[in-house]
């Protein structure tokens, strides 16, 4: 496709490279018909192999996400913070078990300028005054302490596709599936059979100018929840959402964005289930 295109061949080694290449498109017909246009287009303007690469799966992702997404009009310029972000929040592994994708075509999500609105209140489940929990939260703008009230955050919701990643996440949560190979089984043999799927969420915010650095990096990302929605017969329920330890249950914000992702989505959240002791996952102050 890349030579058909009057590409160069490096290009087509980059795409061969990609995750799309190496494994699968969400679309085929917009990888022929936008992304490889794309690449030959401004081919001269990307840095290397690499870029286009990471171009091709950035692209496909947002493609994912959203049916109506195009690579018409888009520059590698204007692309750059977003896809410096993306690059950012993507780990893989070599020599790693490759997950099929969820059945159910539940979609990713990549949303630049994650703002809550203001004066949004949520109540997280089980972190009430029953439980001697804290209560509903104030979240967007003018929250104290502020909590979604970063206009240059942005939020990934990404599918988790490995055995590798997943034990990722479980570090970065410092939850059972770091060390413990009887959750990482029983986990891995749901993916495996596609009962049920497993989704990161993080958040990043934008790099602060400084002093000492010409181009400033952005912090890395937070991981903020890790969800897994089972396949049902009669449709797609959360099983589990959990934050970082110690508190595990999410904490406001990303509560927030695990209702609004899954409303999007068509995934019922309201049959989550908790297996922390409701004594120990309070830190103080609340989150």
Not at 169 to 191: I, P, T
Not at 197 to 202: E, G, N, V
């Amino acid at each position: 496709q890349i030579a058909a295109a009057g590409g160069a061949p490096w290009l087509g080694d980059a795409l061969a490279a990609s995750a799309v290449g190496a494994y699968f498109a969400s679309d085929e017909a917009f990888v022929s018909t936008s992304v490889v246009p794309w690449l030959v287009l401004y081919a001269d303007e990307l840095e290397g192999p690499h870029v286009a690469t990471l171009a091709t799966d950035f692209f496909d992702e947002m493609r994912r996400a959203d049916a109506t997404y195009s690579c018409a009009g888009r520059t590698p310029k204007t692309v750059a913070r977003a896809m410096d972000l993306y690059a950012q929040s993507t780990v893989t592994f070599d020599d790693d078990e490759t997950f099929l994708p969820n059945p159910r075509g539940i979609k990713p999500l990549f949303l630049d300028g994650a703002l809550i609105p203001t004066k949004t209140r949520v109540a997280v489940p089980y972190d009430d005054a029953r439980n001697g929990g804290h209560g509903p939260y104030d979240l967007g703008p003018g929250s104290d302490p502020p909590r979604g009230a970063d206009p240059t955050a942005v939020l990934r919701i990404e599918e988790v596709r490995s055995l590798k990643r997943l034990v990722y996440e479980g570090q970065m949560l410092d939850n059972c599936l770091e060390d413990r190979r009887d959750s990482q089984l029983k986990y891995v043999m749901r993916a495996r059979q596609r009962v049920s799927s497993f989704w990161s969420f993080t958040l990043q915010s934008a790099a602060q100018p400084n002093a000492t650095e010409k181009k400033p990096r952005p912090p890395p990302p937070r991981h903020i929840l890790l969800l897994e929605v089972w396949h049902l017969r009669d449709g797609n329920i959360v099983r589990q959402a959990e934050g970082p330890r110690p508190r595990t249950l999410p904490s406001p914000e990303a509560f927030y964005w695990m209702t609004f992702w899954c409303d999007r989505e068509n995934i019922e959240w309201r049959t989550w289930d908790i297996y922390s002791r409701l004594s120990s996952i309070y830190p103080s102050p609340p989150l």
